[in-house]
DNA sequence: TCTACTTGTCTATATCAATAGACGAATTTT
DNA sequence: AAAATTCGTCTATTGATATAGACAAGTAGA
């Protein structure tokens, strides 16, 4: 029996039953709980086990369906469309395309947005330059297989990178775009990983549903020198990738 | 103006509008937002900033009353209780008393529960035992401060460590109680972080809201041999705590 | 074919969530 | 002392959420 089958659903707590549910089946989806025959239990069980009533789960499942995780049949049953999270690696030497090649075949960046601005206190510092010096923004998105996966805010230091949105936009690599403006290696000196409820910018962008939960990291590239290439924020869907940190 | 003047909130998502409005209150206090003079805005300003009604506001107020982060005072204003987040520093020598040294003055762990089982294949298979082999499993919980910062599940080969339930219960330190059964020293192997909501039981343990966002951290440490002799799960109350990967 | 099982749809009801407006109570400013 | 500000409480209405029961529609196995 699942650990799922005993533990009791909050309520009256602002967040929807069915929305809780359907937490609950996307996080059993991504451990592979219903592997053995990629068929989530009947609307009748579900409700059992839960403790609430099948239009409830009913509810839930529509959701899944939205977000393309379930895909229902009558008289079948609900069956599973996606499933495992892939594992993103931080270390001292994290590129987003290499840390996914195993587990995803296609792998790119797509530019969103780009803007050159004055650097606020937060990416100054960051970025070892002085408050209001002119930095560029990239605002990008990453996909695996053809399915969003992070969304990245990053400054670089306008001088030294003023081509740095261009390069990216054709070649959907950070790897890339740097080695065009003479960074040919580069190291991660420290990420900060925290998690929040997902804004609703990155809800579209990643193609998440309201009330997901983003993985954020905010961390800071370096050259071999040690000085400050890319400072950046990227937010990851919880429920689609997990961080791995080797020591 | 900050930025959350013109983000406008998602309706009808399964999340109650004074849920996110907590949400975004609670975040803001995280980061600062409101140092200023340490009060929140009024309620009448905060509904106009949201875009909803006062009354809304008010539920999302009493939320955060509740959890003990605002202190409202009639005719005066609501003002902040609590503070920033403890940043957990996660890297080969990661020990939760010294990486919030400088953070908090009281750091103690408490030994909920333990029990001796046989290792489930995931369990074995971080801690290179065979499956069912029997090992100790440790339910910490972690306080910062007097508050909970954490939430630990950690498992341990049995015959090594027979007794570090006894050990820790005493210490309050995983670092203690090791070197009681003969490790001087341990490095950090591994880290995998996630975020989901938490569960009802851990909820309960580190004193938070339901519907609260947890950060998973599964790691292990090994002995300066190489030998696994911690593999665990740790939750992090995610509105309390962010993690520092130092490379 | 018949039966059991599963998803899909309908009606009805009770509670929670959100809006709206008004006014009281405590505090600070003028 | 009076006015302005701010939190606290009340009534009322609307829509979303959750429960309950019944039955239709499609699938699979006896």
Redesign the interface.
């Known amino acids: 029996m699942p650990a799922n089958a005993v533990?009791?659903m909050?309520r009256k707590?602002?967040?929807?039953l069915?929305?809780?549910v359907?937490?609950r089946i996307r996080?059993g989806i991504g451990s592979g709980e219903f592997d053995g025959d990629g068929r989530l239990p009947p609307e009748t069980a579900l409700a059992e086990r839960f403790g609430i009533n099948r239009h409830t789960v009913r509810s839930a499942i529509a959701?899944l369906v939205q977000e393309g995780v379930l895909r229902p049949e009558q008289g079948r049953g609900t069956f599973i469309q996606r499933r495992r999270?892939f594992?993103y690696p931080?270390?001292?030497r994290t590129r987003f395309s290499e840390g996914l090649r195993d587990q995803a075949r296609d792998r790119r960046g797509h530019l969103l947005a780009h803007a050159r601005e004055t650097a606020s206190p937060r990416v100054a510092e960051a970025l070892g330059i002085a408050e209001d010096d002119p930095v560029i923004r990239l605002e990008t998105l990453s996909e695996a297989d053809g399915r969003p996966v992070s969304r990245a805010t990053s400054w670089f230091q306008a001088e030294r990178f003023s081509g740095i949105a261009d390069a990216f936009a054709s070649s959907g690599s950070i790897t890339v775009a740097l080695r065009d403006h003479g960074v040919a290696d580069y190291?991660?000196?420290?990420?900060?990983?925290?998690?929040?409820?997902a804004?609703?910018?990155d809800?579209a962008d990643l193609k998440l549903?309201?009330?997901a939960?983003?993985?954020v990291a905010v961390a800071l590239n370096v050259d071999p020198e040690g000085r400050p290439v890319q400072f950046s924020e990227t937010r990851f869907a919880?429920?689609r990738?997990?961080?791995?940190?080797?020591?």
């Not at 190291?187 to 409820?197: C, E, M, Y």
């Not at 990738?241 to 020591?247: D, I, K, P, Q, R």
């Open positions: 533990r009791p909050e707590t602002g967040i929807a069915w929305r809780q359907a937490d996080q959701a999270r594992t931080i270390s001292a190291l991660r000196k420290s990420t900060v990983v925290s998690a929040r409820h804004e609703s910018a809800l549903a309201p009330g939960i983003v993985l919880a429920d990738v997990e961080l791995s940190v080797s020591g």
